[in-house]
């Protein structure tokens, strides 16, 4: 069982900058695909990056494309989301995921889920 605990939520204004970090408790946290997920009030969850076991290999959705940038650092057995230029439709709760499985956008893809951590961008 895999364990995820994410960080680094908070309030910032528009324009802003963020980064979440996701440590993981696993020693074989190197073998598993991570992603970044989001959920604003009223919607549903949503795929935002992704990248694969070795970090050479990522995936963004267009809405965060060019800002958002995911990273990880497998000897620290954390992920992270770094967030730039942030709007208020970036609003949400920010879920880590892992997979042992084929890195997708698709959250049922994934097995391993953090408990969130809220992001709030106020204009």
């Known amino acids: 069982q895999v364990q995820l605990v994410e960080s680094g939520g908070g309030l910032v204004q528009v324009g802003g900058s963020l980064r979440l970090s996701c440590a993981a408790s696993?020693?074989?946290?190197?073998?598993?695909?991570m992603a970044w997920f989001r959920q604003a009030p009223g919607k549903e969850r949503e795929f935002v990056a992704s990248?694969?076991?070795?970090?050479?290999?990522?995936n963004y959705a267009d809405s965060v494309n060019s800002r958002f940038t995911i990273s990880r650092d497998n000897a620290q057995n954390t992920v992270y989301l770094q967030m730039n230029s942030l709007k208020a439709e970036d609003t949400a709760v920010y879920y880590c995921?892992?997979?042992?499985?084929?890195?997708?956008?698709?959250?049922?893809?994934?097995?391993?889920w953090g408990q969130g951590t809220q992001v709030t961008v106020s204009s």
């Open positions: 696993t020693r074989t946290f190197g073998s598993y695909r």
């Open positions: 990248i694969s076991r070795s970090g050479t290999l990522t």
């Open positions: 995921a892992g997979t042992s499985q084929l890195c997708t956008a698709w959250a049922r893809d994934y097995h391993y």
